[in-house]
């Protein structure tokens, strides 16, 4: 190649990049976990908002649910100083990235906008880093619901359970009658997400908040615990042979398409039910885990916006603008199959099972029942999140039994605070 063509290349190549910066500059890039059709519909409602506002999206998707991948591929692109726009984050993740300095100021958003009056304390608490506030939230999901096959309660015969000696009868009556009871995905995080609400409904919200939020040694090495590690293996009998390593998503079309009655699952299992077009109280059945119907334990998805270069960049105020803004809030939510970041969106728009998130949400905040779920990332950094995922994953997988289990666990939660 001779030197003319090799120059006339570079040149080319020099004002690809130049442009594709100056695209950028018209551009969001977001890291997160929404891959599955659920997940996907509600953010094309983000997507498109944007655009209307003339400001394009540079997708950076990173499948794998609970965002643990999407967490290690994030802490590359900040070790190789390119950080993402925005990046989807949940609860102490969210104040570790901002106790670091990564994270940009958008107080005067904020402040500009109201949202210190309308985003409930609980959010706040994650979302507001030193008075800075960090992030803009999105949604609240909870993770203590069971999406149900409303034909398959019906042809059997059972009705809601209210008890945990209830949900074993019904999940007897279903093996009997060659019907999997339990849809579950084989992954740390979606076991440690269902045995949030089995610690909840074995020991209650007192012995919930010491074992998970306070990590109270006594609480997490007690016979409550040990029950509710009883009550897990109970839970692991019920599953079908292939649900290790299955997606949370492919647990819940197990139970859109009838291949087992229900799943234990947060309520983004609602958005793919939405998505498949089945409709609350005549395809499915949504209701609290039997024993935590006073309670909402919690994770909310944030966008965390990277600093990029001291001032908040006009398309990460566009973008957290967006977000908090009710009619986005309402339309979002109502797909994705959480509740709204704001306590002042109307239930209007959102079916039965949204309108009793809404409800549970704002009661359980009022009655000191609303905690941070452990196994989303809302009860403790981490490290500790972290281990809880490593000894009941342990325990679902047959590697320890009750006893050992709540040994493990004092000692693991221990080691990684
Ligand atoms: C949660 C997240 C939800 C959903 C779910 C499954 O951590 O808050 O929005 O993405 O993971 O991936």
């Not at 094309?44 to 998707?61: A, F, R, Y």
Request: aromatic fraction near 10%.
């Amino acid at each position: 190649m001779n030197i003319q063509t090799k120059l006339k290349l570079t040149v080319a190549a020099f004002a690809l990049s130049v442009g594709a910066a100056q695209a950028n500059d018209d551009q969001v890039e977001v890291l997160h976990w929404w891959t599955s059709g659920g997940e996907a519909a509600a953010l094309n409602v983000l997507k498109e908002d944007l655009e209307s506002q003339g400001i394009g999206w540079q997708d950076m998707p990173v499948a794998g649910g609970g965002g643990t991948e999407a967490m290690t591929v994030l802490r590359a692109r900040v070790t190789s100083g390119t950080a993402p726009t925005a990046v989807q984050m949940l609860g102490f993740d969210i104040i570790d990235w901002a106790n670091q300095g990564s994270l940009a100021n958008l107080n005067d958003i904020a402040a500009d906008q109201g949202w210190d009056e309308v985003v409930p304390e609980a959010l706040q608490r994650f979302a507001k880093v030193d008075g800075q506030w960090v992030s803009a939230p999105v949604n609240v999901h909870s993770v203590n619901w069971v999406w149900a096959n409303k034909a398959i309660f019906d042809e059997n015969g059972i009705e809601i359970p209210t008890t945990w000696d209830e949900l074993v009868a019904a999940m007897e009556t279903l093996k009997a009658a060659g019907v999997t009871p339990l849809a579950q995905g084989g992954q740390p995080w979606q076991e440690a997400t269902m045995f949030d609400s089995i610690v909840m409904a074995t020991g209650g919200p007192e012995f919930y908040k010491a074992a998970f939020i306070d990590l109270d040694e006594e609480a997490l090495g007690s016979d409550t615990m040990k029950e509710a590690f009883d009550r897990l293996g109970v839970m692991r009998e019920n599953v079908d042979p292939n649900f290790s390593g299955r997606e949370w998503n492919l647990a819940t079309s197990m139970v859109i398409n009838g291949d087992a009655a229900f799943q234990v699952m947060g309520d983004w299992a609602k958005g793919e039910f939405v998505n498949a077009g089945k409709v609350p109280g005549e395809d499915f059945l949504c209701f609290r885990f039997p024993g935590t119907t006073e309670q909402v334990m919690f994770n909310a998805d944030q966008f965390a916006m990277f600093d990029q270069g001291g001032e908040v960049s006009p398309q990460q105020a566009a973008l957290a603008t967006a977000i908090l803004s009710p009619n986005f809030q309402s339309a979002f939510n109502v797909v994705k199959g959480s509740v709204p970041a704001r306590t002042d969106v109307s239930d209007e728009a959102f079916d039965a099972c949204g309108k009793q998130g809404m409800a549970d949400l704002a009661a359980a905040a009022g009655s000191g029942n609303l905690f941070g779920s452990m196994a989303q990332g809302h009860g403790a950094p981490a490290a500790v999140k972290n281990a809880y995922y490593d000894v009941v994953t342990a325990f679902f997988n047959g590697e320890y039994d009750s006893e050992t289990a709540v040994v493990e666990l004092v000692d693991a939660v221990s080691i990684a605070q």
